[in-house]
């Protein structure tokens, strides 16, 4: 495989996720590299499109069909496919050094004043949290559907 559009399911656990936030249809899978230095166990979205270095093992056949943790993976960076359908390519709006971090959640502070990083693991670990799984040291499921807009746990 080198492309393909989400399947079904995938389209399903999109919705489940961010509603009508997130139009899935123009989404491909590609198995190749988005830029010739991209590691192996890097999967990148800055066009709106899921790019997994074809040596890697992050790709899959179905992701709303696989384990917890791809699943979990794919949500993230459905949640950069949202950052590109509301504000455009992230290439230029990424640095390098982007921080994952978000803890402790900031009371009052809005979604949009996290970082790009730190958005796709709130959506992430809160869609963990929504499917049962204990996550140690995070906040509770109902704090993150406060904050993250689009999100109906």
């Known amino acids: 495989m080198i492309e393909r559009p989400l399947t079904?399911?995938?389209?399903?656990?999109?919705?489940?996720?961010?509603?009508?936030?997130?139009?899935?249809?123009?989404?491909?899978?590609?198995?190749?590299?988005?830029?010739?230095?991209?590691?192996?166990?890097v999967t990148m979205a800055p066009?709106?499109?899921?790019?997994?270095?074809p040596n890697g093992d992050n790709c899959c056949a179905d992701f709303a069909a696989t384990d917890i943790?791809?699943?979990g993976h794919f949500i993230h960076e459905m949640t950069h496919v949202w950052q590109v359908q509301i504000g455009g390519n992230l290439l230029w709006r990424r640095l390098p050094w982007a921080p994952?971090?978000?803890l402790p959640l900031v009371?009052?502070?809005?979604?949009?004043?996290?970082?790009?990083?730190?958005?796709?693991?709130?959506?992430?670990?809160?869609?963990?949290?929504?499917?049962?799984?204990?996550?140690?040291?995070r906040p509770a499921l109902a704090d993150y559907a406060a904050i993250i807009p689009f999100f109906q746990p």
């Open 8 to 41: 079904e399911g995938e389209r399903a656990l999109v919705a489940r996720v961010f509603g009508a936030a997130v139009d899935p249809g123009p989404v491909r899978i590609r198995q190749q590299k988005y830029w010739m230095w991209q590691p192996a166990w």
């Open 47 to 53: 066009d709106g499109d899921l790019w997994f270095h």
């Open 69 to 71: 943790d791809r699943e």
């Open 100 to 102: 994952y971090r978000y």
């Open 107 to 137: 009371p009052g502070k809005p979604f949009a004043a996290y970082g790009l990083e730190q958005q796709a693991e709130m959506v992430r670990e809160a869609w963990m949290l929504a499917r049962g799984l204990r996550l140690p040291g």
